[in-house]
């Protein structure tokens, strides 16, 4: 059974995060996102929603009350930008967590390497998902129209995510599980 251990060169486990260096990267990434949109939110918080806003008032133009219409596009877009925020922080953290556990467990370095790469597409991609869904709404005139613009990236990075839950708790399972002997 591979165990944890500390130090360098040989070590199994520092062997299996080698080999699952991208996803771990990837997954420091969405992090990254997360805490750099939360940067960006307490410096430039009122310039994002006015922005968003005005490119709303000038695509909603035609409407009958354009402004209310803007108003409302502009918070659903903020709130799609928090959303961003919030999925690169969780689901980052979460497939670090993941890769770190996996790296422990006794299946192989391509199942180990294969839920790290997942894990960690998922989590940076379907935050940035709503990122530019966030950026495109206004522009589109609608929050409906910019995720379905980006159905592209959400539907398979969210799998992603799934995919690597799945085989992460695979791994469990059957090391945690199987029978001593």
Same mark, same amino acid.
């Given at each position: 059974m591979t165990t944890i251990q500390s130090g360098t060169g040989g070590q199994p486990w520092l062997a299996a995060m080698r080999d699952m260096r991208v996803g771990a990267l990837l997954a420091l990434l969405s992090v990254l996102l997360g805490f750099s949109l939360g940067a960006i939110f307490g410096l430039f918080?009122?310039?994002l929603k006015q922005?968003?806003?005005?490119t709303a008032v000038k695509t909603l133009a035609s409407e009958a009350e354009p402004q209310d219409a803007?108003?409302?596009?502009a918070g659903r877009s903020?709130?799609?930008l928090k959303r961003s925020h919030l999925h690169a922080n969780?689901?980052? +953290?979460?497939?670090?967590?993941m890769i770190l556990l996996a790296a422990g467990m006794t299946s192989?370095?391509?199942s180990k390497r294969l839920a790290a790469y997942l894990l960690g597409i998922g989590a940076l991609g379907y935050s940035t998902f709503w990122m530019l869904a966030a950026f495109r709404a206004p522009a589109l005139g609608s929050t409906d129209l910019a995720k379905e613009s980006l159905t592209w990236l959400a539907m398979p990075t969210a799998a992603c995510c799934l995919v690597g839950l799945a085989l992460?708790?695979?791994m469990v399972v059957r +090391?945690?599980?199987k029978r001593a002997g």
């Amino acid at each position: 059974m591979t165990t944890i251990q500390s130090g360098t060169g040989g070590q199994p486990w520092l062997a299996a995060m080698r080999d699952m260096r991208v996803g771990a990267l990837l997954a420091l990434l969405s992090v990254l996102l997360g805490f750099s949109l939360g940067a960006i939110f307490g410096l430039f918080e009122d310039n994002l929603k006015q922005r968003f806003e005005t490119t709303a008032v000038k695509t909603l133009a035609s409407e009958a009350e354009p402004q209310d219409a803007a108003a409302r596009l502009a918070g659903r877009s903020w709130s799609y930008l928090k959303r961003s925020h919030l999925h690169a922080n969780g689901l980052g +953290t979460s497939a670090l967590a993941m890769i770190l556990l996996a790296a422990g467990m006794t299946s192989g370095a391509g199942s180990k390497r294969l839920a790290a790469y997942l894990l960690g597409i998922g989590a940076l991609g379907y935050s940035t998902f709503w990122m530019l869904a966030a950026f495109r709404a206004p522009a589109l005139g609608s929050t409906d129209l910019a995720k379905e613009s980006l159905t592209w990236l959400a539907m398979p990075t969210a799998a992603c995510c799934l995919v690597g839950l799945a085989l992460v708790l695979v791994m469990v399972v059957r +090391t945690l599980f199987k029978r001593a002997g």
